[in-house]
């Protein structure tokens, strides 16, 4: 099945800095790469995503590049500020059958400094 | 915030009990999910329905059985519980056309 390992387990940046966040998947089929936020005592919320099709994305500060042939994908999230401070997962899934198996990374706590 | 809703948001039980988790869902989705998430551990996808019929049963030991009577609601049965299924119980829908899922606020188990 999909493994999805994550890096790294914790990021602390100052606030205004750039914070990177990378996940490596291994099944090739897989063709959907989420990205949650969690914040501490709240359900994971989608921030963003990318298909298989598509090697970046921007929504706003946000971005995720993907790399079919190195099977990678990254979150990228410019300007950092404080209320960015949460457990970031990601996720990989096969998704043609009328539903989706996310396979999720091990999270990453992003902790931005004032 | 209230497309997908769970009940209770707190349990504690003991290995003896028998107890519900409830989740509904109000985006019309046709797919519905449980995870279970612990420390320092990636969510794990514990049972998949769609169209109202399991279609994924990731190893999950008997004392969890998933029920899902209709398209907008999922149950999660539990019994005889161990103390290392305390987790955060999370409930999940998305459409079929899509691969966007949506959770729950969770439920957070504790078995005493």
């Known amino acids: 099945g999909e493994n999805v390992e994550q890096h790294p387990s914790t990021l602390s940046v100052q606030e205004g800095d750039s914070a990177v966040i990378k996940c490596t998947y291994s099944?090739?089929?897989?063709?959907?790469f989420p990205w949650y936020k969690q914040e501490l005592g709240k359900r994971p919320q989608l921030i963003i995503d990318?298909?298989?099709?598509?090697g970046e994305k921007k929504d706003q500060r946000i971005a995720v590049t993907l790399n079919k042939t190195a099977k990678h994908f990254s979150l990228h999230i410019t300007e950092t500020q404080p209320e960015d401070s949460a457990v970031y997962f990601c996720?990989?899934?096969?998704?043609?059958?009328?539903?989706?198996?996310?396979?999720f990374g091990k999270g990453t706590m992003l902790l931005v400094s004032p | 915030e209230t497309g997908v809703t769970q009940t209770p948001r707190h349990l504690v039980m003991g290995m003896t009990n028998k107890k519900s988790l409830k989740c509904e869902q109000h985006?019309?989705?046709?797919?519905m999910y449980w995870y279970k998430q612990s420390a320092k551990k990636p969510l794990e996808l514990m049972f998949v329905?769609?169209?109202?019929?399991?279609?994924e049963n990731n190893s999950v030991p008997s004392r969890f059985s998933p029920e899902c009577p209709n398209s907008s609601h999922l149950f999660l049965h539990l019994h005889t519980l161990q103390p290392e299924d305390s987790a955060l119980y999370l409930c999940?829908?998305?459409?079929?056309?899509?691969?966007?899922?949506?959770f729950g606020p969770g439920t957070r188990l504790t078995v005493l």
């Open positions: 099944d090739s089929a897989s063709n959907y």
């Open positions: 996720a990989a899934s096969i998704g043609d059958s009328g539903y989706s198996t996310l396979t």
């Open positions: 999940a829908s998305s459409q079929g056309d899509t691969d966007t899922q949506y």
């Open positions: 329905y769609s169209l109202e019929e399991r279609v």
């Open positions: 985006l019309g989705h046709n797919a």
């Open positions: 990318i298909r298989s099709n598509v």
